[in-house]
């Protein structure tokens, strides 16, 4: 099975950017649909932006839709998620997520479809 680590996050000003950075190990990324999804308190973990195994198709929530960008690159066994134009209601603890996919093309938006979460990483946003 896959573990996954998070990095990248920490605190950012209203407006500014955070590079969010998930390693994968254990087996390879491609055989993975991904999904990067976030809880904040006292809310539901939900789903931010997932990708296929092919990086073909990406499914973003409308809340950042515009703003943040999830890509992968399998041959590092990495996924990223950019975020720009960060607002104070982005403040949450950030999951990277992995669903073993028999479709290269499949996008996964149910948090349910993830067997696999790393530990997490913060992100906070200062007004």
Not at 71 to 97: G, H
Request: hydrophobic share 35%.
């Amino acid at each position: 099975q896959v573990q996954l680590a998070e990095s990248g996050g920490g605190s950012g000003q209203a407006g500014g950017s955070l590079r969010l950075s998930c390693a994968a190990s254990g087996r390879a990324l491609s055989s993975y649909a991904m999904g990067w999804l976030r809880q904040a308190p006292g809310n539901e973990r939900e789903v931010v932006a997932a990708i296929s195994r092919n990086s073909l198709n990406t499914i973003y929530a409308d809340s950042v839709k515009g703003r943040f960008t999830i890509s992968r690159d399998n041959a590092r066994n990495k996924v990223y998620l950019q975020t720009t134009s960060l607002q104070p209601e982005d403040m949450a603890v950030y999951f990277c997520a992995a669903a073993l996919s028999a479709g290269y093309t499949t996008v996964v938006g149910d948090k349910q479809r993830y067997q696999y979460w790393g530990q997490g990483t913060q992100v906070t946003v200062s007004s």
